[in-house]
Structure formats: C-alpha cells, structure tokens
Antibody
C-alpha cells in the first residue's frame, strides 16, 4: 500500500523559505505513471493546489505561487520536496503531499496526513 | 485561467436524504473532473473521477454526472459518515484547480 509522510519545520519566520519533504513508501517516485504534488489548506479554508512534478522533470505550478515555489525529486531516497520562498502569514497552512495519476485521469489518489506549518516571528 | 465554483457553499440534511452538489467550470473541461471528500481532521479522499466514474472502494450511494461546464455530485441516501466538505477538481490542463468546497452537515 502506498504511503506518504510529510516532514519539516513546523514554524517558519516571515521572509524565510519553507521547506518540506515527502517520504514515499510502497512505490517508486521514478515511476512514469505518476506525478508528485503538493496541496495546501489554510486554517478553515479550502484546498489550494501548489504544484506537481513528473519523474522526467516536467513541472506544473499554480500561477499564483509559481514565482516562489520549487519542487524537487530525490529518487535515491524516494522522496520529493517543496520549497516556498519569501513566506508571509498568508502561507500558514496544512501542507499535503500527494501522488497524482499521470496516465489518464490526473487525480490525487494517495495523500499524506498533512503537516501544519505556521509562519510567525 | 479556468475558475471553478461550487454551490451551495454549505447545506444541512438528514440521514437518508438525497443530497446534490453542483460544480461549474468557467470554460469547457470536457469530463476532466474529480470529486473529493474531506472529513474533519483528515486528508481528502477521491470519490469520483472522469466526472462519473466511481473510485474503487467508494460506496455506490455516491454518483457523479455532467460534462463540459456543469457537474453534479449526488449522495443518494445520506449517512452519518458523509458529514464532510466536498471539493471538485479539474484536470483537463496542467492547472489542477480545486473548487471552493461544499460543507455537508447532518441535521
């Protein structure tokens, strides 16, 4: 069974870079069948897709965040990561990593449990 | 960019009721639409993809319909465990936008 687990600092200072890692077990992130994505949810709000990356390197980004987002794959550790630069309080959210189907319906079918990241000095 | 809207923003219904949630895209997305359920404190779970295909393991009381710009999620007989927020998501292009959500409460 595929499992994903987010990890990283829970508190980030304004203007700094938020960094999260998602560790995948049960399948390879080098698979040609999947994207690997990040979605966030501000407290009490809806889901906001951040970006998705394919094993080949092709990456899709939410245009509203694109200038601040980097998504990387680390096949040697079966992990992928998110970096969000120049954070403000508006970036306080639960951050989810997820596996996304790449062949047909590009749905997010496996999710991590999510990790709350707070931006505060 | 294609915008996704949902209605109603919230609803309250009784166990056994038929519940219908609507999702609208600002442009034609064919049938490239999924529905997710998010229970309080949990990660979202996909219910339906390709507008009307039930994801494996999802109860048959959930169904989806529509194509183009207008889509519907129906719960044929609401159960207590269906109290959740429901989101639509488009995937016709590389912008995987979610709708704003519909919160379903039990009366």
């Amino acid at each position: 069974q595929l499992q994903l687990q987010e990890s990283g600092p829970r508190l980030v200072k304004p203007s700094e870079t938020l960094s999260l890692t998602c560790t995948v077990s049960g399948d390879s992130i080098s698979s040609s069948s999947y994207y690997w994505g990040w979605i966030r949810q501000s407290p009490g709000k809806g889901l906001e897709w951040i970006g998705s990356k394919y094993y080949s390197g092709r990456t899709y980004f939410n245009p509203s965040l694109m200038s601040r987002v980097t998504i990387s794959l680390d096949p040697s550790n079966n992990q992928f990561s998110l970096k969000l630069s120049s954070v403000t309080a508006a970036d306080t959210a639960i951050y989810y990593c997820a596996k996304q189907e790449a062949i047909a319906a590009r749905i997010f079918d496996f999710w991590g449990q999510g990790t709350l990241v707070t931006v505060s000095s | 960019d294609i915008q996704m809207t949902q209605s109603p923003p919230s609803l309250s219904a009784s166990v056994g009721d038929r519940v219908t949630i609507t999702c609208r895209a600002s442009q034609d997305i064919r049938n490239s639409l999924a529905w997710y359920q998010q229970r309080p404190g949990q990660a979202p779970k996909v219910l339906i993809f390709d507008a009307s295909t039930l994801q494996s393991g999802v109860p048959s009381r959930f169904s989806g319909s529509g194509s183009g710009t207008d889509f519907t999620l129906t719960i044929s007989s609401l159960q207590p465990e269906d109290a959740a927020t429901y989101y639509c998501q488009k995937y016709n292009t590389g912008l995987f936008t979610f709708g704003p959500g519909t919160k379903v409460d039990l009366k």
